[in-house]
């Protein structure tokens, strides 16, 4: 059987208010091409398929269009059976509204399985769409069962709350997640003996248990408490798994041999970078299991340019169109050696004026700093009228982390989201 994992694809996030919609819609096509000629049985998703809970229309649209398509494709599998799709919810996916249309989506041999539910945990021949999904070769040999984890709460699933110490807290987590996957590969063994079992999950998985993760992993948000008690070990993961494909951080990497993140395979924000993202064809046969990455085409780059505005202008002059790309989205960081209110239109029109390059200056964001990195008293009431919503928070996050600290995108974007939804609010008031 060929499986090919993928992940966070966060259909429908924007990037500054720019819609992403035709690189997602790009990715997806790209993604028919590769399922078809490389055969591929089973299509995994493991989580955050939508960026929000209540994703656009035009991301639904993406989706429903993408899962007819594939389950239209023609050409033969690797194994001669059926072409399958089991999609798992994340942290970002409404579980409900990602569960809502999976009995239609079953009749297109898309297996949703949105929220953790144990009671659902079922008996797999009974209910096909539980969380072990059988999959079948040519005729109507079970091939292989994949263990579709969603997001799981911790609480949910009765880890230990803030009454223990974070050590029992910790273990407390180990002990629950892998009970649940323990008992999931005891039920796969026992309706399917011999089996090959694999199994997803959307968490926060690295080889040392307890290690904190870093921006460069591009995590959106902390779930599980990671943030107060470091990862989880892939030790939580049964040994009879032959694989486990994971979602949530958005570096694609192998956390061992058997468990890996395939990463997102668009840039979500600035934190991931452009290149080098991937998805994973998994072929599992008899002798074990090859794992081979194929990189995923750029369509659009998220760049940010930082430094001085004469630094900024150079940069902006050394933009080059590239070949199938579509015009960068720019967010610029601008140093000043002191307030300049037209500053940032400047900027927008100089990108403009490049002949022979076009992009999108998505965001211009200042900062006036003197010898030393201090900002400049005498100036400081030009500097209060200059300050926008986010220069104001940047500056209260430094006060509060110091001077060297800088609120990461994923913060800067829920506090965009938090002004904007503030903002309507007082429309609506009015
Ligand atoms: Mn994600």
């Known amino acids: 059987m060929r499986i090919l ?93 990602l569960d809502a249309p999976r009995d239609a989506l079953e009749a297109l041999e898309a297996y949703v399985i949105g929220g953790y539910d144990a009671a659902r945990e079922g008996a797999p021949h009974a209910d096909p769409a539980g969380v072990l999904v059988p999959l079948r070769a040519a005729g109507s040999d079970v091939q292989l069962i994949l263990a579709a984890v969603p997001f799981l709460n ?14 029992e807290q910790l273990t407390s987590m180990h002990e629950k997640f892998t009970e649940v996957y323990a008992r999931l590969a005891d039920k796969a063994s026992a309706a399917f003996p011999g089996v090959p079992v694999v199994a997803t999950g959307h968490l926060t998985c690295l080889a040392q248990r307890g290690t904190r993760v870093t921006d460069a992993d591009g995590i959106p948000c902390e779930i599980n408490r990671v943030g107060t008690l470091g990862a989880m070990g892939p030790g939580i993961f049964d040994e009879r798994y032959r694989y486990v494909a994971l979602g949530h951080i958005h570096r694609g990497f192998a956390v061992d041999g058997r468990v890996r993140y395939s990463g997102t395979p668009l840039q979500v924000g600035l934190v991931e970078g452009a290149d080098d993202r991937k998805v994973l064809l998994v072929d599992l046969d008899v002798g074990g299991t090859k794992v081979e990455a194929i990189g995923v085409p750029v369509r659009r780059r998220l760049l940010k340019l930082a430094g001085s505005v004469e630094e900024i202008r150079t940069k902006l002059q050394a933009l080059q169109s590239i070949p199938g790309e579509l015009p960068p989205y720019v967010s610029i960081e601008a140093t000043l050696a002191a307030p300049d ?90």
């Open 5 to 97: 994992h993928t992940s966070d694809w966060h259909l429908g996030a924007a990037h500054c208010e720019r819609s992403r919609a035709e690189e997602q819609g790009h990715f997806l096509d790209w993604l028919l091409t590769i399922i078809e000629a490389r055969q591929v049985d089973v299509l995994v998703v493991a989580g955050d398929v939508f960026d929000t809970a209540n994703p656009p229309a035009e991301a639904l649209s993406l989706y429903y269009r993408f899962l007819a398509r594939l389950s239209a494709l023609g050409g033969t599998t690797a194994s001669g059976g059926p072409r399958a799709a089991v999609i798992v919810g994340g942290n970002h996916d409404s579980a409900s509204r």
């Open 154 to 167: 911790d609480w949910r699933i009765g880890v230990r709350g803030f009454d223990a110490s974070p050590d």
């Open 341 to 430: 209110a037209g500053v940032e239109a400047a900027l927008r029109d100089f990108a403009q004026s490049q002949r022979g390059t076009s992009c999108d200056v998505v965001s211009v964001r200042t900062a006036v700093v003197r010898q030393g990195g201090a900002v400049d008293a005498s100036s400081a009431a030009a500097f209060v009228a200059a300050l926008t919503p986010e220069s104001a928070f940047e500056f209260a996050w430094q006060a509060r982390y110091g001077r060297d600290s800088v609120p990461s995108d994923p913060v800067m974007q829920r506090f965009r989201k938090l002004v904007e939804e503030n903002s309507q609010r007082g429309e609506k008031a009015s």
